[in-house]
């Protein structure tokens, strides 16, 4: 049965009755009196040390414990908190001549974040694109900040003669993470916690791949092609948020797979999925298993809610929001079909305000979606 903490009230009524009891006369519970006023100091300090006690019992637990303690209890499991990860792409500037942008050199994003150009880049040919990654964060907490779609605008934050000081992103910059929270690292820790390491158990693939920075779901398919291959997809939905979430990359092997004379076994991965594949491989993995990460399949999700034509802009967002949330958490991918119930959508958008009175008209059931497929919101109708 749990302890029912004492309010403060409580304690300054308990504080008050027990000196009437043991000093004659006495009488703490007036207003104005002095030993009412010791009573009153007496359950400030309980209280502060009922919290005290409080906050102990949630970290000598690893299922309640938060920050450093989180940390500490997860490292005796080699679950370690994710870094935070910086973003990445490549702007190209205009230019006359042979012009050099050097290694370090700032540049400003449309909204003045910040960002350093990686090496030397030299003018050719009318123009000098240069690969630049965001400044890290001092704190070491953010990074997702730094993500931003191809097109944005960046200025030079020091001009370079014969270089246009403004110019627009050639690529998409991403890859940005902000540091892992502690309910994430909770869920991985636990997750070892309850799944010790059987030399190549699904769980032990899932675990590999959700210990890579920006991997934030993962799922494992044996036999994937066959006897002694592995599937494993991944999907990254804070640092590929630009891209739903989705690895960019090819789908494929570890580079370090080792097969006839030392060469892989199969087409290498690039990208997000080799990253995945190469941290797998090195993980501990089993030597004879041939393991493929892939991207999920997008599998968009169209809906038709009547009841809600007079709805506005805001409450369709949130509406969309919920749905999101939905996919989120519960879809899946496998090997064969996976359903998400339309009764957890319809719950998702019960909870939004202003929505009483919707029908979901379309689908008409569960959500369906094939092997290697994920859903996605795709759009809303709202008739």
């Not at 001549?97 to 050199?105: E, F, P, R, Y």
């Not at 892992?180 to 820790?189: C, I, N, Q, T, V």
């Not at 594949?277 to 298993?289: D, E, K």
Request: glycine fraction near 12%.
């Amino acid at each position: 049965m749990p302890y029912t903490r004492p309010t403060l009230t409580q304690l300054q009524n308990q504080a008050a009755q027990d000196i009437n009891a043991n000093l004659p006369g006495a009488d703490a519970l007036l207003r104005f009196t002095n030993i009412g006023v010791v009573a009153t100091i007496q359950a400030g300090m309980w209280h502060m040390l009922y919290g005290y006690v409080d906050w102990i019992a949630l970290q000598s637990n690893p299922a309640t414990a938060t920050q450093e303690f989180l940390a500490a209890w997860a490292s005796l499991k080699n679950v370690f908190r994710k870094p935070v990860s910086q973003a990445g792409g490549s702007i190209t500037f205009a230019a006359t001549g042979t012009q050099t942008i050097v290694a370090g050199s700032v540049i400003n994003r449309g909204d003045g974040y910040a960002f350093a150009v990686n090496a030397d880049a030299t003018a050719s040919a009318g123009s000098v694109t240069v690969l630049a990654t965001a400044v890290p964060d001092p704190n070491g907490q953010v990074g997702a900040i730094g993500n931003g779609g191809a097109g944005t605008s960046y200025t030079l934050a020091s001009g370079v003669a014969g270089v246009t000081s403004t110019s627009s992103s050639s690529t998409a910059f991403t890859g940005g993470a902000d540091i892992e929270l502690d309910a994430s690292l909770r869920a991985r820790m636990l997750l070892a916690y309850q799944n010790p390491p059987h030399g190549g158990s699904k769980a032990d693939y899932i675990e590999w791949a959700l210990a890579v920075d920006g991997v934030t779901r993962a799922w494992c398919v044996p036999n994937f092609l066959g006897s002694g291959t592995v599937g494993v997809y991944v999907m990254f939905d804070n640092a590929e948020a630009l891209h739903g979430g989705f690895p960019q990359g090819t789908n494929g092997v570890s580079a370090d797979d080792e097969g006839p004379g030392g060469t892989p076994r199969d087409v290498v991965a690039t990208g997000d999925q080799l990253t995945v594949a190469n941290a797998i491989i090195a993980s501990g993995q089993p030597v004879t298993a041939l393991v493929y990460v892939l991207g999920p399949v997008a599998a968009p999700q169209n809906f038709v809610i009547s009841g809600l034509s007079s709805a506005d802009v805001s409450t369709q967002a949130a509406i969309s929001a919920a749905i999101d949330a939905v996919f989120l958490e519960y879809g899946q991918v496998s090997g064969g079909e996976s359903t998400v119930n339309l009764s957890d959508i319809e719950v998702a958008i019960a909870a939004v305000p202003n929505t009483s009175g919707f029908v979901i008209t379309s689908p008409v059931g569960d959500i369906v979606t094939a092997g290697g497929t994920i859903p996605t919101l795709g759009t809303i109708t709202y008739p």
